[in-house]
């Protein structure tokens, strides 16, 4: 389960890499051990080697115990003196996370002896392998601990050390420290020293020590001298003094930073009259599915041997962006990479590599062959206004509707949507919606369109169910139930069902009404497929959608063209462009690259953002049809779509996205244990019933679906949303499900606990698509101790 950041008001952990193999770290520990008994004599010592290789006679851990004095341990000795990965090969070992919670294990119970300082030292450089064969530099992150790094002195050690200390930087290590030994001829020390300089960091060069005798006493004798002189030098006090202060500075960062937020930060999404420091959650660092949080101390005692770090499960997966878990370091050398080669270069009439690769890439992975090109900009509210822009102008020039907005003369044109839908927080996508908590007090707000009530499903007592709205009975059909959530979506079977030709009727009579005796008009469909996120959750009957797509492109006498050629050509729009905002449900979130391909559409524009970088940079892809696109062809500037801004298409995002699209598609893999789940035992009731899973347990869905709080539940993909009951009707504004997020974010099982977020009565969870069939159990472990 999640390692927490090893952070302790008692204990100062540290963590020794080296530039290479060979460069000191044992030495320099052995130093720093000997200094610290000798400056804090009341205080433990400890020194952690986690893996070592060689003959046990010559193991650091000795050496540091016999010239120190100080305890040690070491967790795995191998005495094959090679690197670990090759070392550990004939012994079954147990996977990284158990050999990682031993290491968190060992660091707590010196924090429980008494105060002090542990020096935990690597093997070999910054990448080398662990017993797995994982790289240290990936494999120690979980722990963040504050690196003493000790730079090489020989001849190529500038380049080594720069190289070893980016690698770390990039991966979010804190280096406090830089140490190494002098050497006249290479004078490595003067340009590292400045090196790091520029980055905040002291370096400390010290002497070398003796040449290794050949006579085991002489040797032995030869270097206790070295250590008790070199101990006394005042560059290894000042090093100590250093890391003493940089510590106390870290833990009363870490404690303060709730106090400071809320004093100058302005949060979205908040009322700030009702929060307060203890509600605002100080956030360490992140890494795979999980924040690493400053412990709530309700009490306010100083509790020196308690870790001030836990483990939170980011549940919300940071708002829906995370696809492959926080810190991914292939993620951060692609950004790093892009930043290198590009910085940020303007994207108007020019082009670059990572623009064009993803573009390409997306479209390839949509597989929808109406859509031809890619509109980039920042995030999805953006994304959806220029999807809007997009498919207004296409049916204006269609059918002739011409006019000027400013001068007045222009048409009143709206967008056909569903209810409780929302696609952004800028003004134009916020028209896109009727009024809601989101948008009633926004002063420029005006809701243009018409949205249309549907059918949704959910489980309810342990089977899925499709419910029609409240009133809405007689034109909808009753409430049906189904034997898996398979069956549900198997809309090619239930196309021939009397609830389809429900559905047609009451489409056709409602826009009958609107367009022909309202005389309305209406410049796109705009949907999210499948799930409505924002509007709280709500899965829609996926046959509702497909036939309301298929009724508004397959119905002239609504929506006759005026001047388009006959037949149109192929993959052109008809009746009106249909725009699927596929901000939240696109790129694998429900296990497909395209969510609008289980209503067996392609739309005319399509908006993909949250997931598209993985979860690291901000950028959104508006991807439209050739017919579209067509539309803002023109002789005249005012005829293009006039719509970016500074940052378009910026290349480190491109690059990210285009790393995070091509490992999102290769998780089929990993994803076998959850199909299994759900798949296996199911009768598929036709050969058209697609696969249908979640992240989320088949029978943990079950079993909340049956308790006695929870009204419904939904999985799908990694998405888990559970409905509880609240009879006052609130809807986004009700506090029915504040209880149960409290109790998760206070819950103290295995020392973690769960962030999530609430939209009115629906509490939701969701995770990464990298999170592991452990990580989702032990997370329904703990919802089963809140809710059942």
Not at 295 to 302: A, C, F, I, L, Q
Not at 471 to 483: H, I, N, R, Y
Request: charged share 20%; net charge neutral; aromatic share 10%.
């Amino acid at each position: 389960m999640p390692i927490g950041s090893a952070l302790w008001r008692s204990l100062r952990a540290y963590q020794v890499y080296g530039a290479n193999t060979d460069v000191g770290k044992t030495i320099m520990a052995t130093l720093l051990c000997r200094a610290l008994e000798r400056r804090f004599p009341g205080e433990g010592v400890w020194y952690l080697k986690p893996v070592s290789t060689g003959l046990r006679e010559e193991a650091d851990d000795r050496h540091v115990a016999r010239f120190s004095g100080s305890s040690t341990h070491c967790l795995f000795q191998f005495d094959e003196p090679v690197s670990p990965h090759i070392a550990a090969r004939p012994f079954r070992l147990p996977p990284d996370s158990s050999i990682l919670q031993k290491i968190f294990t060992q660091l707590s119970d010196y924090a429980s002896i008494s105060p002090g300082t542990v020096l935990l030292e690597t093997a070999g450089g910054v990448h080398s392998p662990t017993p797995s064969g994982t790289s240290q530099a990936d494999f120690y992150r979980p722990l963040r601990l504050p690196v003493v790094f000790v730079a090489d002195h020989r001849l190529g050690g500038v380049s080594t050390s720069v190289s070893a200390f980016e690698s770390l930087h990039m991966r979010g290590y804190d280096v406090d420290s830089v140490m190494l030994f002098r050497d006249t001829r290479y004078q490595n020390d003067e340009y590292l020293s400045e090196f790091f300089k520029n980055h905040g960091i002291s370096t400390f060069s010290l002497p070398s020590p003796p040449v290794r005798r050949d006579c085991a006493r002489e040797d032995g004798e030869a270097m206790a001298e070295y250590y008790e002189r070199v101990t006394k030098l005042d560059e290894v006090d000042e090093m100590i003094s250093l890391s003493v202060t940089r510590h106390k500075a870290r833990v009363e960062s870490l404690e303060t930073l709730a106090n400071r937020a809320n004093k100058h930060i302005w949060y979205p999404f908040t009322q700030h009259g009702d929060m307060s420091p203890s509600s605002i959650m100080a956030i360490d660092s992140a890494h795979g599915d999980f924040f690493q949080t400053c412990k709530p101390n309700p009490s306010g005692r100083t509790l020196e041997a308690s870790t001030l770090i836990q483990p939170t499960f980011d549940g919300s997966a940071s708002w829906w962006t995370q696809g492959l878990g926080h810190a991914n370091p292939t993620l951060s050398l692609a950004a790093s990479y892009a930043a290198g080669r590009y910085g940020h270069v303007m994207f108007a009439g020019g082009i670059h590599e990572p623009a064009l690769s993803l573009a390409e890439l997306l479209l390839k992975a949509i597989n929808n062959p109406r859509l031809q090109r890619v509109f980039y900009s920042d995030n999805g509210s953006s994304g959806m206004e220029i999807a809007i822009k997009m498919g207004l102008r296409a049916a204006s020039v269609r059918y002739g509707w011409g006019g000027d907005s400013c001068s007045g003369s222009g048409e009143e044109v709206g967008i056909l949507g569903l209810k409780g839908s929302y696609h952004g927080d800028t003004l134009g996508a916020m028209d896109c919606s009727e009024p809601s908590a989101f948008n009633r007090k926004v002063e420029w707000y005006r809701g243009r369109g018409f949205w249309f009530d549907y059918p949704r499903v959910k489980m309810i007592k342990g089977t899925w169910v499709v419910e029609p709205p409240e009133g809405l009975e007689d034109e909808l059909g009753p409430g049906a139930s189904f034997a898996s959530l398979g069956a549900v979506f198997d809309v090619e079977a239930r196309k021939r069902s009397c609830r389809d030709r429900s559905y047609k009727k009451y489409i056709l009579s409602t826009l009958e009404r609107l367009i022909k005796e309202e005389r309305k008009r209406f410049g796109a469909l705009v949907m999210e497929p499948v799930v409505l996120g924002a509007g709280g959750m709500v899965l829609v009957d996926p046959l509702f959608q497909h036939t309301l797509a298929t009724v508004i492109r397959s119905t002239p006498r609504l929506f006759p063209p005026s001047s388009s050629p006959s037949p149109l050509p192929l993959n052109t729009w008809t009746g009106i462009p249909i725009i699927t905002d596929e901000v939240f449900t696109g790129l694998y979130r429900l296990g497909r690259p395209a969510s609008s391909s289980f209503l067996h559409i392609h739309p005319d524009i399509s908006v993909y953002a949250k997931l598209l970088t993985g979860g690291l940079v901000p950028l959104c892809a508006t991807a439209a049809s050739e017919s579209v696109f067509e539309a803002f062809l023109g002789e005249g500037k005012e005829s293009a779509l006039l719509h970016g801004h500074s940052y378009t298409a910026h290349a480190v995002g491109c690059k990210v996205a285009e790393v995070a699209v091509r490992e999102l598609a290769g998780m089929e893999e990993a994803w076998k244990g959850f199909r299994k789940d759900w798949l296996e035992g199911t009768s598929r009731a036709s050969s058209t019933e697609p696969e249908v899973w979640s992240h989320w347990s088949k029978n943990f869905v079950g079993e909340l679906s049956h308790a006695k709080d929870v009204e419904s539940v939904i999985a799908i993909g990694s998405i888990l949303a559970i409905s509880l009951h609240d009879h006052t009707g609130a809807g986004y504004t009700s506090t029915a499900a504040n209880a149960v997020q409290k109790k998760l974010f206070s819950s103290t099982r295995a020392n973690w606990n769960i962030h999530a977020r609430v939209l009115g009565n629906v509490l939701y969870l969701m995770a990464s698509q990298t999170a592991s069939e452990e990580t989702i159990r032990a997370v329904e472990g703990v919802m089963r101790d809140v809710l059942l």
